[in-house]
């Protein structure tokens, strides 16, 4: 049976074959997102450029599909897909690790978390908040205790998201970001886990026990 994590209003799951559906549709037609999540990936890319980009992404998601069914209990997740409790798929949340300089790395590191929600119609009733607390208290569950966030300085929401979960600023590279002609911040925030905590209480997403996973060293 797929491995499911369970909140208030949402269900955070394995990656399935309906998902790459929604993945085209958001690199190609519903594409605001990209304008917040990682702009600099986008900003330059010719039609050419994006088609080869895209058929590759496809490939790789098609390698998840056929490995979903595969994952044990004990297996850590490294990304769940997001869908509200209509079945609605509107996003995701992942990790990934960074060096002590806060840049990403492939091998060992710290983790730092990220969410994307791509559908317009679904912001503003506090999923973000919710599938991102759920992950964070997965990972915490797994043994976690120094969790990261990053994001750069034009992206007012994703900082509100972090400052009101518990996350503190802890690292800013000045200018590090090109985005649209302009020089932004690189953003890394750390987790207070006392003020995480106390956001969760008011939100009434105090079950942490829904929030913990399955118990083991990989990641996929």
Request: aromatic share 10%; proline share 4%; hydrophobic share 35%.
């Amino acid at each position: 049976m797929p491995y499911a994590i369970e909140t208030n209003d949402l269900v955070l799951r394995d990656f399935r074959e309906s998902d790459v559906a929604d993945f085209v549709r958001w690199e190609t037609v519903e594409t605001e997102w990209q304008l917040w999540d990682g702009p600099w990936d986008y900003e330059g890319r010719s039609e050419a450029e994006r088609a080869d980009d895209l058929e590759r992404y496809v490939a790789r998601m098609n390698g998840w599909v056929a490995a979903a069914p595969t994952l044990a209990d004990d297996v850590t997740r490294s990304h769940l897909q997001i869908d509200t409790r209509a079945g609605r798929h509107i996003g995701w949340v992942g990790s990934y690790h960074v060096d002590g300089d806060y840049s990403i790395v492939e091998g060992p590191g710290t983790t730092a978390v990220g969410i994307c929600v791509p559908e317009l119609v679904e912001r503003g009733h506090g999923y973000s908040y919710q599938a991102l607390a759920a992950f964070v208290g997965y990972l915490m569950g797994l043994g976690e205790r120094d969790v990261l966030t990053q994001t750069w300085s034009g992206n007012v929401r994703m900082v509100h998201v972090a400052e009101r979960m518990g996350f503190v600023e802890c690292c800013r590279k000045q200018g590090f970001r090109l985005v649209r002609g302009r020089r932004y911040d690189g953003l890394t925030f750390r987790l207070d886990p006392d003020r995480f905590a106390a956001f969760c209480r008011s939100r009434g997403l105090t079950d942490m026990a829904r929030c913990r996973g399955p118990q083991g060293p990989s990641r996929v």
